[in-house]
Nanobody
Framework: QVQLVESGGGLVQAGGSLRLSCAAS????????MGWFRQAPGREREWVAI????????YYADSVKGRFTISRDNAKNTVYLQMNSLKPEDTAAYYC????????????????WGQGTQVTVSS
């Protein structure tokens, strides 16, 4: 099982940037696709970005495509999310998790979540 600790969130003005980090523990980290998910108040958690096991392939939700970049360092068991040109609608708690393609959508593979990191974008 993978344990996850997210960090790097904060308050930023629209148009600004943040870089999120997710430190994972567990021997299976490098064997798993990883993803960033987010949940805004009153909304369901949604996937944002996915990266393959070796980092060669990435996928992005349409709402963040061209603005966010996911990367990973398997030697450090860490996944990153570089967020540029932030918009108020990006405001949410951001979480990382192992990911799987299931029922025509990217979904979390792990049943447990870290504490998340809050991103707030002011207009």
């Amino acid at each position: 099982q993978v344990q996850l600790v997210e960090s790097g969130g904060g308050l930023v003005q629209a148009g600004g940037s943040l870089r999120l980090s997710c430190a994972a523990s567990g021997r299976t980290f490098s064997n798993l696709p990883m993803g960033w998910f987010r949940q805004a108040p009153g909304r369901e958690r949604e996937w944002v970005a996915i990266i393959s096991r070796n980092g060669a392939t990435t996928y992005y939700a349409d709402s963040v495509k061209g603005r966010f970049t996911i990367s990973r360092d398997n030697a450090k068991n860490t996944v990153y999310l570089q967020m540029n040109s932030l918009k108020p609608e990006d405001t949410a708690a951001y979480y990382c998790n192992a990911a799987q393609w299931l029922a025509m959508a990217w979904r979390p593979l792990g049943g447990s979540w870290g504490q998340g990191t809050q991103v707030t974008v002011s207009s």
